[in-house]
Each structure stands twice: as structure tokens, then as C-alpha cells.
């Protein structure tokens, strides 16, 4: 990074690499923001099921979707988004751990996926089809779960959002999400990569009234309208190549983006792929949650396998050790 380029965003530190989010502003323009860019945690969670490419750019979008949102909490907690439509792509389920991990997979139907594919439908949006997507987030236990839900039809992730945010928040808000495949020089095989931007118009003395179109917002003030025009404006002419870039620092993008009017970082947050399954969590659950009619009938040659659908660690139990504890 150029001295010029320090001075201008206020940093003392080295750029951000992958596996982060990066906090902002956008002082003049009454706008905040996260710009998120995932190098191996994203490539762990898509590689490691070996999902077919359109399958693993959605389950990336919605990787970086749920680490956009999920980054803001300020508290321990999860923040978990799950899909369910009839698409070809049935399922898709992100854990955010706060305040770092990330997991997620997606359930395809094969045929289907086949067949959309024969007929050229292989954009994200095709693939989510008509259904539901739900928002949750989990402070932990002996407090209740706040839970936002927004219908699927046929809409891109991007555009979910944006009807998210002004349902639940009634926040004028814009993402921009990208998910592609780098092969560099030395590697053996291409690798995920993904980059994403979250705007949202926050003026000092409040928010103003909001309309029903998504992402954008009427008024009162019109330098205030004029700013998140602008803001928005800005982010759309950023290409999907240049959100996924390895050469190109969420810093540098940013400043790309927004050295007319000014951006100021902040200390970037680690991201990092980590699932939370674990063999105590899993026997409490068959211990609980089944009888032992039901853990005999899962046994299978004496042993009951159970295999975490994130990260496909394989558990096994023998279904009488859970007597001692009735």
C-alpha cells in the first residue's frame, strides 16, 4: 500500500487479507458499512463436499451473505440463515459462531440440477427457485431467538436481502456479493475465493421514512437522499471479478470505490471455518431427543454413525451406552 493511500484511509497497520471482515464508513454520505473477502475458510466449506460448481457459487454467496450480517453482532451468540424452496437446490443452512466461524452446506437435487442445466439455468437465482429464507439469530440459552423471514421467488441473494433489511430493520440497505474460482501460478487445482459489500444508510439524527422498494428510502433531507444515491451509485459499478480479486485488498477496493468522498476503515475481524459439532453435543442429543427403541432401531451391525452434515466428521456410538444415564 502507498503512503498516499495509508494516509487517506488512516491506517498504521498492513492490509487485509483473507478471511476477514472489514468495518467502514462513509462519513459525507451518512452510510456504514462491511466489505468481507474469503479465501481458504470459504474453500474448506465448498470443497470439502465436492459440490458441482453452481451449487458451490450459491452456497459461497450465502457463506458471505451470512458473514456480512453475522459480523455485526455484539454479542456471543449464532446467527444461523437457512434456505427451503423447491429448487434444484432444496437446502442451504450458514452457521455464524460469533464473533468468528463460519460453516454452512447445501442439500441439490441431481436431476434437477441436470436438467436446469441442460437448459442454460445455472444463475444462483435459478437454482434458489420459490420458497423461503429465514434469518435467525441466538443469543444463547434462557433467551428467546429473534427470527426473520422473507419469501424466495426466484429472486438472487443480493435482492433477498435487500427485502430483509427493509421488512425486519427498516433499513435502507445494498449487498453486492461474488463468488469465483483462481487458479494462481504453483497451485494444483483452482481454489474459492468470494468478496462481499454491505451498505446502509444511517444518518447521526435517525432514520427517516422508509419506502417499500428495496434499498432505497424517501427523505426528508435531501442531501441525505442525495448521499445514500451516491453510496449506492458508487457500489454498483463494482464487478464481480474485483470483489473476489487475491490481488486486490478489501482496503484498496474500498478506496477505489469511495476516495471522492472519503472512506474510513477500521480494525479488521477474523473470519475462520470452524464447525461446532462435537461427540458430547451429539450423544446428549440421542440421549435426549430418542428413546432406546429408537437408538436400537439406528444401529446398524451394533453401531449407531452419525455424520455432521457441515463438516462430514463421522461419530459413533454403541446405542446401549446410553442406559446408564435413565
Not at 459440490?51 to 451468540?77: D, H, M, N, Q, T
Not at 441439490?108 to 440440477?113: C, E, G, I, R
Not at 482496503?251 to 477500521?266: P, S
Request: charge should be negative; aromatic fraction near 8%; hydrophobic fraction near 40%.
Amino acid at each position: 500500500m502507498t503512503d498516499d493511500l495509508m494516509s487517506a484511509l488512516g491506517l498504521d497497520r498492513p492490509e487485509t487479507g483473507d478471511d476477514a471482515v472489514l468495518p467502514f464508513t462513509l462519513d459525507k454520505l451518512d452510510t456504514r458499512g462491511r466489505a468481507v473477502r474469503l479465501g481458504d475458510a470459504l474453500d474448506t466449506i465448498l470443497n470439502r463436499h465436492n459440490y458441482p460448481a453452481p451449487v458451490a457459487r450459491l452456497l459461497g454467496e450465502a457463506v458471505v451473505l451470512a458473514a456480512l450480517i453475522g459480523s455485526s453482532l455484539k454479542f456471543e451468540g449464532r446467527f444461523i440463515m437457512q434456505t427451503q424452496t423447491d429448487g434444484p437446490v432444496k437446502l442451504i443452512v450458514v452457521d455464524f459462531d460469533a464473533p468468528d466461524g463460519l460453516r454452512g452446506y447445501a442439500r441439490f437435487d441431481h436431476d434437477a440440477l441436470l436438467k436446469f442445466a441442460e437448459e442454460g439455468k445455472t444463475r444462483p437465482a435459478d437454482l434458489l427457485g420459490k420458497g423461503h429464507l429465514a434469518m435467525t439469530i441466538d443469543q444463547g440459552p434462557n433467551t428467546e431467538r429473534y427470527q426473520g423471514i422473507v419469501a424466495l421467488e426466484g429472486a438472487s441473494l443480493e435482492e433477498v436481502a435487500h427485502t430483509y433489511f427493509m421488512q425486519s430493520e427498516q433499513i435502507p440497505t445494498m449487498v453486492r456479493l461474488a463468488v469465483a474460482e483462481f487458479q494462481q501460478k504453483g497451485d494444483h487445482r483452482p481454489h474459492w475465493r468470494a468478496g462481499g459489500v454491505l451498505i446502509q444508510h444511517l444518518p447521526e439524527h435517525g432514520m427517516s421514512h422508509v419506502a417499500d422498494l428495496p434499498g432505497d428510502g424517501n427523505f426528508e433531507n435531501t442531501d441525505e437522499a442525495d448521499g445514500w444515491s451516491e453510496a449506492k451509485a458508487l457500489l454498483t459499478t463494482l464487478e464481480d471479478v474485483e470483489l473476489a480479486d487475491p490481488d486486490l485488498s478489501p482496503e484498496r477496493l474500498l478506496f477505489r470505490l469511495y476516495h471522492e468522498t472519503g472512506v474510513r476503515v477500521f480494525s479488521p475481524m477474523p473470519m475462520v471455518e470452524r464447525c461446532t459439532c462435537s461427540a458430547d453435543r451429539i450423544e446428549d442429543m440421542l440421549s435426549t431427543s430418542f428413546t432406546a427403541e429408537d437408538r436400537e432401531e439406528m444401529a446398524v451391525d451394533g453401531e449407531i454413525e452419525v455424520v455432521c452434515e457441515f463438516c462430514s466428521t463421522a461419530y459413533h456410538f454403541n446405542p446401549h451406552q446410553f442406559e446408564a444415564k435413565h
